[in-house]
């Protein structure tokens, strides 16, 4: 399998992974040119897509879907909710044959090819947002964006993955010191919002106490937070909890509008 973030920020994220002839983006928040220039940088002919996921209706994650759909005739899945929330003024009309709907709360699977998909709900302020872990019965990846608390299903989900792609949102200090006006701050902090460096911090040890290798920090706020700030806060986190780095699990930083490292698995 194949995992790479080629968009990670709160502007724009999609990531693209790879098994067999099935290739995947979960998200395509981005313009479709970009999106596809980053799948280039990477070797990826955009043509060769052959399905896109989306987590929720917010913009970051959905901008580039609609154009990506029509122009390599690529099905979209996504739940019920988040196609209600859809907003066809932004995204254009969708092919009804490539409108993909799954119900968030069921226990299926999505069979995408040689990748089979499994998805959660997250507790996010976008109406029945959810991850996803991708697997192709030898490798999984788990995509963890977008989540103001870690959720019992969360954990569950996450738990025993090889690659997660983790949010490490926000910096606490530099949210309370920011511009943002005070409900805002609240929403970002709050149980549906996002998850600031720390919480991440805590959430990675338990997830490479569980098995997990590789770990891409991803979904930095511009305004919120740094590369260097969320990367110094999880480490020394880590550390705290007993973990060695480069020995029981490396960690990524990804980057807001190029590829991230390319890992193979
Ligand atoms: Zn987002
Ligand atoms: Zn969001």
């Known amino acids: 399998m194949i995992v790479c973030p080629i968009l990670s920020g709160s502007s724009g994220n999609a990531t693209y992974i790879e098994s067999g002839s099935t290739r995947v983006l ?10 596809e220039e980053n799948l280039k940088k990477i070797g990826v002919d955009p043509r060769t897509l052959t399905c896109l996921l989306a987590t929720h209706a917010h913009s970051d994650h959905i901008r580039g879907l609609g154009v990506l759909s029509r122009r390599y005739k ?13 907003d066809k003024g932004r995204v254009g009309c ?14 299926d699977a999505l069979d995408l090819g ?11 302020d976008s109406y ?8 192709d ?6 995509i963890a964006t977008d989540f103001g608390h870690v959720t019992p299903s969360i954990r569950a989900r996450m738990k025993g993955c090889d690659v997660v792609l983790l949010e490490a949102n926000y910096d606490y200090d530099m949210l309370m010191d920011g511009p943002y006006p005070y409900p805002l701050k609240e929403r970002i ?3 549906e919002g996002h998850l600031e460096n720390r919480e991440a911090g805590e959430f990675a040890v338990e997830l490479i106490e569980s098995g997990v290798k590789h770990i891409f920090l991803g979904h930095l706020s511009e305004n919120n937070n740094t590369q260097e700030l969320a990367y110094s806060t999880v480490r020394d ?28 698995i």
């Open 189 to 191: 902090m709050g149980p």
């Open 94 to 107: 969708i092919a009804a044959c490539c409108m993909k709907r799954f119900c968030s709360v069921s226990k």
């Open 26 to 35: 979960v998200d395509a928040g981005g313009t479709g040119s970009a999106i």
């Open 128 to 135: 029945d947002s959810v991850g996803y872990v991708l697997s």
């Open 114 to 124: 040689d990748i089979e998909a499994t998805y959660f709900s997250t507790p996010h």
């Open 74 to 86: 690529l099905p979209i899945y996504a739940s019920e909710g988040v196609w209600k929330q859809i």
């Open 137 to 142: 019965g030898v490798s999984s990846f788990g």
């Open 237 to 264: 986190v880590l550390i705290d909890g007993g973990v060695v780095l480069e020995q029981d699990c490396n960690v990524y930083m990804t980057r807001r509008y190029e590829p991230s490292r390319k890992l193979e």
